[in-house]
């Protein structure tokens, strides 16, 4: 009895301790900030990087106003729901000083002192300048003020405990601003600077641990994000020509290119974001990503080049034999391996992928396809079921999805036949998991999925 007595003593005192150092302190509030009261210079960096954060997708919700949260994001864990940053008084960040804003971004702590969950990422904003952090400031505080209060948080216990976050940023947080590298140029490092930070380029294209954390070690090296695969960006990327710094300013700018593909899921938000921004900035992106695409020579050989300029693509896998030959294909296969896969081809895809129809608004020629190459077919099974469709109101890149057209096992046969023919790539492996899992996303997200 007596050790079990010390035991719960024990517990109760390391349980007061952490309680202790897990708390902050709250940032009284202050009277809402007049808009004309900023500096309009301020507010329009700002909207440049708010732009470039992707701000306005992850803070509102589908078919909600603009900044006034509730928009759902899907985690490990469950699913967190993004806050209000208009300025309203009662459901925004109307009553937050600077510094209560800061403080947010850098250390991931709101104005009441709660810890925020990292489905923020504040992980990357953390590095932001003190500059750049007043212009965010200043441009969210000249919004349209809309009261809306987001859903609650839909997580198991203990992690509705906000607490239970400052354990997790203990091991795997740190706050840091950005420091250039003297080894690269002022675009080099202005890349990094956006990707690193504000345009968090990481929190869907690094992979992370069972608690969420992102490997740092493995930094772009692929990820996960609302269904859909973020492909590595780093040398192990599986784009079948590589990308240059001019190709990726391109795709990033335009949402897409021709030897790339088109924007689809949560990137074509992105990109469109980044079609609004300074074009030096994608421009610095695209050098900075581009670098990290290299093999460590080839990095050292160009570091006192000039990678502007679009180097000569290089040929994509050649083994396949070419367009129109679904027919061939066919009657090669005595077996049957590729044949309802091959038939499905030439009756519903080849017309658009044959490489004749030029994008946006036709589609990939397949020995250019990115998703066809990737370890996983995720990417081309949420495509092919549910088609691209640009928002409502803008032009951009369509396709019709096959969910109700095609069964499961036709699918599966398809992307066998795609991946044999197209690439040089070993077969996919447990590809009915993938598409069980794309059903059930659709399903489960309604209209406001991909």
């Known amino acids: 009895m007596r050790a079990v007595l010390w035991t719960v003593l024990i517990l109760l005192v390391l349980f007061a301790v952490f309680a202790a150092w897990a708390s902050r302190p709250a940032i009284h509030p202050i009277e809402a900030p007049v808009a004309s009261g900023f500096d309009p210079a301020e507010v329009a960096r700002g909207a440049n990087l708010a732009a470039l954060g992707n701000c306005n997708n992850c803070h509102t919700a589908p078919g909600g106003r603009s900044f006034a949260g509730g928009r759902a994001v899907p985690t490990p864990f469950g699913i967190v729901y993004s806050t209000n940053i208009t300025p309203?008084?009662?459901?925004?960040?109307?009553?937050?000083?600077?510094?209560?804003?800061?403080?947010?971004?850098?250390e991931g702590i709101d104005r009441d002192g709660?810890?925020?969950?990292?489905?923020?990422?504040?992980?990357?904003?953390?590095?932001?300048?003190?500059?750049?952090?007043?212009?965010?400031?200043?441009?969210?505080?000249?919004?349209?003020?809309?009261?809306a209060r987001p859903p609650d948080n839909v997580l198991p216990f203990p992690l509705n405990v906000r607490d239970v976050v400052a354990a997790w940023k203990a091991l795997y947080f740190r706050s840091r601003r950005f420091q250039p590298n003297p080894a690269h140029d002022a675009v080099w490092n202005r890349g990094a600077y956006l990707v690193e930070g504000v345009s968090h380029c990481g929190a869907c294209h690094t992979p992370r641990n069972p608690l969420g954390a992102e490997k740092k070690t493995r930094a772009l090296a692929g990820g996960e994000v609302q269904g859909w695969n973020a492909y590595a960006l780093?040398?192990?990327s599986p784009a079948p020509v590589p990308w240059k710094a001019q190709s990726l300013f391109r795709y990033l700018r335009h949402g897409w290119h021709p030897e790339h593909g088109v924007a689809r899921g949560p990137m074509s938000e992105v990109t469109m974001n980044l079609g609004k921004v300074e074009e030096s900035d994608v421009r610095a992106i695209a050098t900075y990503v581009a670098w990290q695409m290299r093999a460590p020579d080839e990095r050292a050989a160009a570091a006192s080049s000039n990678d502007?300029?679009?180097?000569?693509?290089?040929?994509?896998?050649?083994?396949?034999?070419?367009?129109g030959t679904?027919?061939?294909?066919?009657?090669?296969?005595?077996?049957?391996?590729?044949?309802?896969?091959?038939?499905?081809y030439l009756s519903s895809c080849e017309y658009c992928h044959n490489g004749t129809r030029p994008l946006p608004y036709g589609g990939i020629d397949f020995k250019f396809s990115t998703a066809l190459n990737a370890p996983s077919p995720r990417n081309v099974v949420n495509v092919t079921l549910h088609g691209l469709h640009p928002p409502e109101g803008t032009r951009g890149s369509i396709m019709p999805g096959f969910d109700g057209a095609i069964g499961d096992d036709e699918l599966e046969a398809l992307l066998i036949y795609l991946r044999a023919e197209f690439t040089a790539e070993p077969p996919w492996r447990d590809i009915p998991k993938d598409i069980t899992a794309a059903r059930k996303a659709v399903h489960e997200e309604g209209d406001s999925w991909p």
């Open 88 to 106: 309203d008084l009662m459901t925004g960040i109307g009553q937050w000083s600077e510094a209560a804003f800061q403080r947010a971004m850098r």
């Open 114 to 147: 709660d810890h925020l969950y990292p489905a923020f990422p504040y992980d990357h904003f953390t590095m932001l300048s003190d500059a750049d952090s007043r212009a965010l400031y200043a441009y969210f505080m000249t919004r349209e003020a809309v009261r």
């Open 234 to 236: 780093d040398r192990n």
């Open 308 to 323: 502007s300029a679009e180097a000569p693509p290089a040929a994509p896998n050649e083994h396949h034999s070419g367009h």
């Open 326 to 344: 679904a027919e061939a294909a066919i009657s090669a296969t005595p077996d049957g391996s590729h044949a309802l896969g091959a038939s499905i």
